[in-house]
């Protein structure tokens, strides 16, 4: 399968959207979304709980906010480097520990 990019702007309900799809036979190269606390808490679901769910499915960190934009906009592909502030989940290398610092 050839799923490059999942976009996803569901204001706070990322883990049930997530857990929808089945990501171990349909897999993305890469997910994006806005990491807003505040909002998964005002949709049932803690921070850490998205975090850890995706860490676990494979998926791995790449922050592209605005204010690390420049060191990794040579690393994102196409128009990705125009949805700040994301998240952009990859196949790269990070702990559970890295993953705990970000919630």
Known sequence: HNLHFLK???E???????KGLDLVQFPFQYITFEFFPTLLKA???EPIELLMYLWRQGYRYLDIS???AAKNKAEIEGDTANLY???I???SDS?????RTWA
């Open 89 to 91: 989940m990859e196949g």
């Open 8 to 10: 996803m702007d569901v």
């Open 12 to 18: 706070g309900f990322e883990l049930r959207a997530l």
């Open 85 to 87: 502030p994301k998240i």
């Open 95 to 99: 702990s559970e520990k890295d993953v």
């Open 43 to 45: 949709g049932g679901t």
């Open 66 to 68: 605005s204010s690390s």
